[in-house]
T-cell receptor, first 112, second 110 residues
Framework: DAGVIQSPRHEVTEMGQEVTLRCKPISGHDYLFWYRQTMMRGLELLIYFNNNVPIDDSGMPEDRFSAKMPNASFSTLKIQPSEPRDSAVYFC??????????FGQGTRLTVV | QKEVEQNSGPLSVPEGAIASLNCTYSDRGSQSFFWYRQYSGKSPELIMSIYSNGDKEDGRFTAQLNKASQYVSLLIRDSQPSDSATYLCAARSNNNDMRFGAGTRLTVKP
């Protein structure tokens, strides 16, 4: 976990509200990944960046989801408007080229 | 069809036994493979990586890769109750993305 800080750790919000999840890599990386984990679907890749550029966002479930990486030290995943089916644990992970991925602690999102 | 498939389990083995976890992948362009362990409420952590056909051993863990069969496995020898967790198989493609299986839940009974 030491290489990636995610915030908040827990988020409870009402349906229709905007939710912003944050990821701060604190060690070197070339790639940054956003995953969503649920019991039903497991760990799904939503989007990933290479050197701050989005490479593949085909895993983003709907237009309500968007992600940005304005610099190498910060990325956000935004859901607007949120829905109860978005409830899940969202992980940010980083990787240097030809190495494994290191995960943040995750954000547990509950939309009521 | 999911790109990385695992038997979701649960898999239950007695303490001291060998636990065998299996994974198949669909993308023949995948080059690197990983096994992660995830305890309940925690984030996935890397156990093993394997890049070439054959076996790779690290302590009680052995990863096996067969690219012709698109098959990856993880053996845990002398299983301990502390090994009880969900084990995730991952494949890295030529595009450098990393996709995971749904995970296999392992329980080691004392």
């Amino acid at each position: 976990d030491a290489g990636v800080i995610q915030s908040p750790r827990h988020e409870v919000t009402e349906m229709g509200q905007e939710v912003t999840l944050r990821c701060k890599p604190i060690s070197g990386h070339d790639y940054l990944f956003w995953y969503r984990q649920t019991m039903m679907r497991g760990l799904e890749l939503l989007i990933y960046f290479n050197n701050n550029v989005p490479i593949d966002d085909s895993g983003m479930p709907e237009d309500r989801f968007s992600a940005k990486m304005p610099n190498a030290s910060f990325s956000t995943l935004k859901i607007q408007p949120s829905e109860p089916r978005d409830s899940a644990v969202y992980f940010c992970a980083i990787r240097e080229k030809n190495t494994e991925a290191f995960f943040g602690q995750g954000t547990r999102l509950t939309v009521v | 069809q999911k790109e990385v498939e695992q038997n979701s389990g649960p898999l239950s083995v007695p303490e001291g036994a060998i636990a065998s976890l299996n994974c198949t992948y669909s993308d023949r362009g995948s080059q690197s493979f990983f096994w992660y362990r995830q305890y309940s409420g925690k984030s996935p952590e890397l156990i093993m990586s394997i890049y070439s056909n054959g076996d790779k051993e690290d302590g009680r863990f052995t990863a096996q890769l067969n690219k012709a069969s698109q098959y990856v496995s993880l053996l845990i020898r002398d299983s301990q109750p502390s090994d009880s967790a969900t084990y995730l198989c991952a494949a890295r493609s030529n595009n450098n993305d990393m996709r995971f299986g749904a995970g296999t839940r392992l329980t080691v009974k004392p």
